[in-house]
């Protein structure tokens, strides 16, 4: 069973600055794609940003410049930097990765708020 753990959410004013991290039970090698979802109230799931084993990364226009995605294959892990946060950004953000043979494992999830 592959096991994702996210941490670092919470509440934050508008333009302040959080840090996610998800923390993968499998090593990194059998991961090709790490990445990071949210889904806020009434509204589908989406993708933020992804990064695949070699470091290739993608972002969601509405985060690039501002949220930076990063991996750590010896950690097995994937991190989040989101900052000038607005208050659209408000949602539980989920940690997702893709496998080696084509399977898709997601974390619980974690709250962001931003708000004032």
């Known amino acids: 069973q592959v096991q994702l753990v996210e941490s670092g959410g919470g509440l934050v004013q508008p333009g302040g600055s959080l840090s996610l991290s998800c923390a993968v039970s499998i090593s990194s090698f059998m991961i090709d794609v790490m990445g990071w979802y949210r889904q806020a109230p009434g509204k589908q799931r989406e993708v933020v940003a992804d990064?695949?084993?070699?470091?290739?990364?993608n972002a969601a226009v509405s985060v690039k410049g501002r949220f930076t995605i990063s991996r750590d294959n010896a950690k097995n892990t994937v991190s989040l930097q989101m900052n000038s946060l607005k208050p659209k950004a408000t949602a539980v953000y989920y940690c997702?990765?893709?496998?080696?043979?084509?399977?898709?494992?997601w974390g619980q999830g974690t709250q962001v708020t931003v708000s004032s």
């Open positions: 997702h990765v893709h496998t080696t043979w084509g399977y898709d494992y």
């Open positions: 990064i695949t084993y070699g470091g290739s990364t």
